[in-house]
């Protein structure tokens, strides 16, 4: 496998990268989505809201976690998941800031 050359790349580049990475499947979309509605989620109610298996949605809220997008804490059996805040708020920061550069090209650039 090649080298990605990350380093090559801006730290906000490489952040809209991971995110869009983490963005890019849409269960994932779906379990974010439901959390925004949600202040806890128990993992089990996620299972009952995808068409998805355990294992499955418990590999998209690692991924989720991993980007810093969920937070979770163990509760016995049960592992509750929420929207990190402060990095929803930062993540969300890193896309306004990308989409409102203006657009250099005219319509009929092409």
């Known amino acids: 496998m090649g080298v990605t050359k990350t380093q090559d790349f801006t730290e906000e580049q490489n952040q809209v990268a991971a995110l869009a990475k983490a963005l890019a499947h849409p ?32 590999q998209h809220l690692k991924e989720l976690k991993a980007i810093g997008l969920i937070k979770g804490t163990v509760e016995g059996a049960s592992v509750c998941y929420c929207i990190d805040k ?22 009929n650039c092409c």
């Open 27 to 58: 269960a994932r979309v779906a379990i974010l989505q439901h959390l925004l509605h949600r202040q806890t989620c128990i993992c089990g109610d996620l299972v009952e809201v995808l068409p998805l298996a355990q294992a499955t949605v418990s």
């Open 86 to 107: 402060h990095q929803w708020e930062k993540m969300r920061d890193v896309f306004l800031h990308l989409f409102s550069s203006p657009v250099a090209c005219q319509d």
